[in-house]
Structure formats: C-alpha cells, structure tokens
C-alpha cells in the first residue's frame, strides 16, 4: 500500500528565509508528483507537476525535485514571503488494480513570518 | 484560466435531507473525482469517474452516491445527510494517465457542508 509522508508537519520561519518541505513514498512504481497549496477553507492550487521521468520543476521561486529511486521529493521555496503561508500537500499518482489512484500526504503547514 | 467550478462554497443541510454538490469543469478532461477532507484524516476519495455515465468507488463510498450524464459535469449526491458527512468536499479532475499528462489534477474551490 501506497503511504505518503510529509515532514515536519508544520513549519514558522521568517520572512526572506529559504526552506524545503519534505516528502516521502513507499512505493516507487509512480506515474508523477504534485505539489499542492492549500489555504483556510479553500480548495486545492496546484504548485508543481514532475513526471517519473524527471528530475525537478521550477516555477518562479519554488523548485520540486524528484529521486523516485529513494522515493522522496522535496519543495524548495526562496526567500519565503508572508504570502506563502498555507498548507503544502504532496501527492503520487499511481496505478491502483485497474485504475490509477492520487495519494496525499498530510500536508505541511508553513507560517511565514513578517 | 481553466477551471474546475463547485457549484456552492457554503451549505447549511438538514438530517435526512438529500443533498446534490455539482462540479462543472471546462478543461474537456475525461477523469473526475470527489474527495473529502476531514482534520487529521487527509483526503480520501470517494468516488471517481473516467466516462461519462460511468462510476467507480473510491476509498469511503458508504452513504454517497454519484452522476455522470454529461462529460464536464459530475454531481455527488448524499441520499440521506447525516452528520458525520458533515466536511469539506472537493471535486477533481485530471486527463487519462495514457495521455501525456501535462497539468494533473485540477482542483475546485471546495465546499464546506455542514449537517445539523
């Protein structure tokens, strides 16, 4: 069974700090991670997509990285903004039977600081 | 922008009642989903869709049940509303994975249903 692991659960840091939210899988045999950012009471935005094929993905000051091998990937956020604070979830696509199942972890819950 | 729209941000239902939660999207994708999510719990799935007039049962299905009779629209229905259904529900949907899956899975705004 497919378990995803997010550490640390929740995270303060100050403003213009550089941090990386890490996350773990059990299984290797993964179609692609995602990123997600969750704010209070509001829905799912998706950060970033990496491929099993791929290394990382960047967008803007966030970088994903991806060993599939150790199954591990990490979210690199540069100079950390007020603005960043919401929960970070990760998630693997993965073939379950038949179909294809998304698997969360629990998320970070990042507090940036002014 | 594409998107995926939950009909209602915010609903107040009673026990018993039949509750209707619609997700429209508009990014022509053939895989749709609805999830739940609960403080400690994460999310898990309920039911998913990969067709239209199709169905498939997630992880937690017991007292939920789903349509699919148009390819952008999926609408999660609760038969008889209890309060333990009472959570934040979020629609999904996402291409086929045997297509090149550029964007993932795009996610609604949710909506937070509380049975009283």
């Known amino acids: 069974k497919q378990e995803v692991t997010q550490i640390p659960a929740a995270l303060s840091v100050p403003e213009g700090e550089n941090l990386v939210l890490n996350c773990s899988f059990t299984?290797?045999?993964?179609?692609?991670l995602q990123w997600f950012r969750q704010d209070p009471g509001k829905g799912l935005t998706s950060l970033l997509l990496?491929?099993?094929?791929?290394r990382e993905q960047t967008s803007g000051r966030l970088n994903a990285s991806l060993d599939k091998s150790s199954g591990r990937s990490t979210l690199y956020i540069a100079a950390s903004q007020p603005g960043d604070s919401a929960t970070y979830l990760c998630?693997?696509?993965?073939?379950?039977?038949?179909?294809?199942?998304?698997?969360f972890g629990k998320g970070t819950k990042l507090t940036v600081n002014p | 922008d594409v998107k995926v729209t939950q009909s209602s941000r915010y609903l107040v239902k009673r026990t018993g009642e039949k509750v209707f939660l619609e997700c429209v999207q508009d990014?022509?994708?053939?895989?749709m989903f609805w999830y739940r999510q609960d403080p400690g719990l994460g999310l898990r799935l309920i039911y998913f869709?990969?067709?239209?007039?199709?169905?498939e049962k997630g992880d937690i299905p017991e007292g939920y049940s789903v349509s699919r009779e148009k390819k952008e629209r999926f609408s999660l229905i609760l038969e008889s509303a209890s309060t333990n259904q009472t959570s934040m529900y979020l629609c999904?949907?996402?291409?086929?994975?045997?297509?090149?899956?550029?964007?993932?899975?795009?996610f609604g705004s949710g909506t937070r249903l509380t049975v009283v």
């Open positions: 999904a949907s996402s291409e086929p994975r045997g297509r090149m899956d550029r964007t993932g899975y795009t």
């Open positions: 299984d290797s045999a993964i179609y692609n």
């Open positions: 998630a693997v696509r993965r073939r379950q039977g038949g179909s294809e199942k998304l698997v």
């Open positions: 869709s990969y067709d239209v007039k199709m169905k």
């Open positions: 990496i491929q099993s094929s791929q």
């Open positions: 990014m022509d994708h053939e895989n």
